[in-house]
């Protein structure tokens, strides 16, 4: 073996050469040293030829890994855009329509729920794993829009209970302006025409001719019709929910039954001057809870002969198709 040659180096002062005689220490060492030496050589021969020379099949992987990467860093940035799309759009409106339809807005905390994991765990992941950025991104953007469209789907119940509401409010004339005389006598008190004296009117007197048509005000249920021995003479009631009733009395002729569904504009009778009257008009009256009110606080005044022209006719369409 090449460790058992013997070595010489020449002795000037004996003039003749002697042998090197090495310990079994350094050459235990060396042979290590050797054998060191041959591994590291042979590893990094292997990974420069993996790399330098690799084969078809771990190239094409590689290749695909690299487009992976790429196509996750585009769908990270997208999650991204949403992400800040749902902030400054989606939530905004979210809030402002609650606000609207006085509901509670979302707390900030429980729009931006955070997903599960340690802390650390998590941050060193997003660090260092794209694959888990997209992940983690996806997961909180599925939470925000589960949330979100819990939120409409509430608002659009609040949206129609609201709308819904609006159109059961008693919020018309109950004669069209055209055929309007005048009103002779306001919410209040006023001199009774028949005994002179100070009473309490409930409602509104609308003058005008005999057999002039008379209007629902808001949607709702009949529930009275029948001549009144109170003085209304021919009076119809109607039921339009969340509190509200309206009155209708001295009427010529009633068009509708006790139990039926009304649509505001409808035609439900016409003027006359049946029981306590001095002549033909309307005495129309809205109760809160019973109570009489003020017709004139709940006429909406921007509406235009046109668009109540509008609610009659498509009220009574409606009531055409029926049969």
Do not use: W
């Not at 609006?166 to 025409?193: C, E, K, W, Y």
């Not at 235009?304 to 198709?321: G, P, R």
């Amino acid at each position: 073996m090449i460790f058992n040659h013997k070595k010489y180096c020449f002795n000037p002062v004996t003039l003749t050469f002697e042998e090197i005689r090495i310990n079994q220490l350094r050459r235990f060492l060396r042979l290590i040293a050797y054998i060191f030496l041959l591994v590291a050589f042979i590893f990094a021969s292997g990974y420069l030829l993996n790399h330098l020379f690799g084969s078809r099949e771990s190239r094409v992987l590689e290749d695909q890994v690299s487009v992976l990467s790429h196509e996750m860093g585009k769908l990270k940035n997208k999650g991204h855009e949403l992400s800040i799309s749902l902030k400054n759009d989606i939530f905004r409106k979210d809030n402002t329509y609650r606000i609207i339809l006085q509901m509670d807005t979302l707390p900030h905390s429980l729009r931006y729920a955070g997903t599960g994991g340690s802390a650390a765990d998590n941050e060193m992941a997003r660090q260092n794993d794209i694959g888990y950025q997209v992940s983690d991104l996806i997961q909180s953007l599925t939470t925000q829009l589960q949330l979100q469209t819990g939120s409409f789907k509430a608002l659009y119940e609040k949206a129609m209970e609201y709308s819904e509401g609006t159109t059961h409010l008693p919020a018309i004339q109950p004669v069209a302006q055209n055929d309007l005389s005048m009103i002779s006598s306001d919410f209040g008190i006023r001199s009774d025409p028949f005994f002179f004296t100070e009473k309490n009117h409930c409602g509104l007197d609308f003058v005008a001719p005999a057999g002039t048509n008379v209007y629902a005000t808001g949607d709702g249920i009949v529930t009275f019709v029948r001549y009144s021995r109170n003085g209304y003479g021919n009076e119809i009631v109607i039921d339009h929910r969340f509190g509200f009733s309206s009155r209708y009395a001295h009427l010529h002729s009633m068009h509708v039954k006790e139990g039926e569904q009304i649509k505001r504009g409808q035609i439900i009778g016409t003027v006359g001057e049946t029981g306590r009257a001095t002549g033909p008009h309307l005495h129309y009256e809205v109760l809160y809870e019973k109570s009489p009110v003020n017709p004139s606080y709940y006429f909406d005044t921007t509406l235009t002969k046109e668009e109540f022209a509008q609610i009659i006719s498509k009220a009574n369409e409606e009531e055409t198709m029926k049969y």
